[in-house]
């Protein structure tokens, strides 16, 4: 048998061999980007999330925003123009899981932070069409009477922290008595809020 | 990038390169064993067989054009660790570049309109249709895209102005943005005190009223009100109070009295300095004058 045969008949040869060459090019693009300072070290005046805005997050993400909405402005005229300065990579580094998405059925929410007021968005997430009558975005009324997970927020932040996110000890005891009283509406709010704001918002 | 990234990057790229090169020579030269036939002499399900043609030539050239592409490509373009490449491109530039043009050009199709005195700027159509653009982009999602408003948001399209409603106050309030805010006043006022005020400011507007509660009320609505809301309950521009005679209510209805007494109100139009530039806030603030001023 040549050895072209034997890798051809072999299909666990051949898949681990065509995964050995894809994998240099995922090496030589992807490895040295994780000892790269603009891309692993925050932008100067990014904070890790407070308690509220990580309950926030985690709302974010369990009801599924990402499968709307991008947070991530691509450096295109037309995409500053209308969202704001381009997303960099430093901003993101407290973001996990980060939410950069490529999805945009709604707007794209990297800088959506400050760009509304806090009434507006409790509107528009009970009942998005009373504010804008086509949207097409679904409706959250549960959030509002729904109370933030306190336990699955301090979890979170003892997580994030093994992960390099600096928070303290302080934080982290402190967490649960910043929570109390606040609901996923509440904490959803604060989140948006506090997207982008690292940066300055428009580009001019 | 690190210096032991940078030259794995480069001896990967290049070794990469040579090997393509290699194999692509190293197999076009293998003779294959002639059959009398002209198959490979693989056979699949008993009776399907592969032709052993050579691969076309210009097939061939395509794969020696890629190397090609490949060189020059890594001369021109960064591609080698922290090699800049000799056009020394990055894509901020690009952006830069594109940004700028765009900016000047935008610039140049406002010049012929953004320095008219306000009364001409209204009757300028291109100036509105920019205008009306920029609203329905940046403002209709609050105050709906014919800018008549809803509960809350303030209907732009008429004559009522909170914050003022000269061209120079829009200007003020849509550049820096505003926040009007109304304490509440029940805790002072008492349960009784707040029942005559709230019947005071329905009398103010012509809507039933108890007109006993209302008598007490006035006098306590010039001690607590009336600083903001002005002493004829007109409103005042400078704390955004809106005027309570005239039955047009920013919260929706008469009904927000006794709301905005005991748990106060307040509305937040957002500072669009930070989103739009000048040229930009002069034309929706144009728009949105032209809406109540024709």
């Known amino acids: 048998m040549s050895k072209h045969e034997k890798i051809e008949k072999n299909i666990g040869l051949m898949g681990v061999m065509v995964a050995v060459v894809i994998s240099f090019a995922g090496i030589i693009e992807i490895a040295p980007l994780m000892s790269q300072a603009s891309v692993v070290e925050p932008v100067p ?22 499968n709307c909405h991008s947070q991530q402005v691509r450096p295109f005229v037309d995409e500053t123009l209308r969202y704001g300065h ?26 959506v932070g400050g760009r509304y007021s806090n009434e507006w968005h409790e509107i528009h997430l009970m009942d998005p069409r009373s504010v804008v009558p086509t949207s097409n975005m679904p409706g959250y009324p549960w959030l509002a009477d729904t109370p933030v997970d306190i336990e699955q927020t301090v979890e979170s932040m003892k997580v994030l922290k093994m ?15 910043s929570l109390t009283d606040k609901t996923q509406l509440d904490a959803l709010v604060a989140y948006l809020q506090d997207l982008g704001t690292a940066m300055p918002r428009s580009y001019q | 990038m690190s210096n032991f990234w940078h030259w794995t990057v480069i001896i990967v790229v290049i070794a990469h390169i040579v090997a393509y090169l290699w194999l692509l020579l190293a197999t076009s030269k293998k003779k294959v064993d002639k059959r009398e036939d002209n198959t490979t002499g693989h056979v699949w399900d008993d009776d399907l067989m592969e032709l ?29 660790g922290n090699i800049k490449g000799s056009k020394e491109w990055t894509s901020v530039d690009e952006f830069k570049t594109a940004y700028e043009a765009n900016t000047e050009a935008r610039n140049r199709s406002f010049a ?3 320095n008219k005195p306000i009364e001409e700027l209204i009757k300028d159509e291109n ?21 008549a408003g809803a509960v809350g948001f303030p209907n732009l399209t008429d004559d009522d102005w909170n914050w003022g409603g000269e061209f120079d106050n829009i200007l003020t309030t849509i550049t820096g943005g505003r926040m009007g805010v109304m304490p509440a006043f029940a805790p002072a006022l008492g349960e009784e005190g707040t029942k005559q005020v709230a019947a005071y400011v329905r009398s103010l507007s012509g809507i039933d009223h108890d007109t006993s509660l209302a008598a007490e009320g006035e006098q306590k609505f010039g001690m607590f009100c009336a600083a903001c809301h002005g ?8 704390f955004g109070a809106p005027n309570l005679t005239d039955d047009i209510w920013l ?19 957002p500072t669009q300095k930070d989103i739009l530039d000048e040229n930009r806030i002069k034309l929706v603030a144009a728009y949105v004058y032209s809406l109540s001023n024709q």
């Open chain 2, 231 to 238: 002493p004829d309950a007109k409103g005042n521009d400078m």
């Open chain 2, 52 to 80: 052993d043609n050579p691969m076309p030539r210009w097939w061939l050239w395509l794969f020696v054009l890629t190397i090609v592409f490949s060189l020059g490509y890594l001369y021109l373009y960064p591609g080698l």
């Open chain 2, 127 to 147: 100036a509105m249709l920019i205008g009306k653009r920029i609203f329905s982009n940046n403002c209709a999602l609050c105050h709906g895209s014919d800018a």
């Open chain 1, 45 to 66: 005046g990014l904070e890790p999330r407070n308690p509220l805005e990580l309950a926030g997050q985690n709302v974010y993400v369990s009801e599924g925003c990402y």
């Open chain 2, 112 to 114: 012929g309109f953004i």
């Open chain 1, 86 to 111: 381009y997303s960099v990579a430093g901003e993101s580094v407290y973001d996990r899981p980060f939410q950069w998405g490529s999805k945009r059925t709604g707007p794209d929410l990297a800088r």
């Open chain 1, 163 to 177: 992960l390099g996110h600096p928070y303290s000890d302080d934080d982290i005891a402190n967490a649960a008595a």
């Open chain 2, 251 to 269: 919260h929706g209805s008469h009904e927000i009295i006794e709301t905005a007494l005991y748990e106060g109100l307040n509305g937040n139009m």
